[in-house]
């Protein structure tokens, strides 16, 4: 082998930028909440990626940003 065989040998290949993103995809991340047991979940359409977080129905932030009182009783 000579020199510059062994040069174009040493050279790395740029490595395809992967994502944080891409690696997360459907799986489900539990948290986002403080207030509840909320999960996320990461797809992408088109090559927009798009986080969702679910509340659980008892979410206190949830229901006041709803404009919600579930723990409220009603009367007849």
Known sequence: MNRPERRQAAKRKTPEPVSLLDALLDQRITGGCQDCDAYQDVTRVDGIYRI????DAT???????EGVDRGARRTP
């Open 59 to 65: 979410c206190p932030w949830l229901n006041a940003r």
């Open 52 to 55: 969702t977080i679910s509340h």
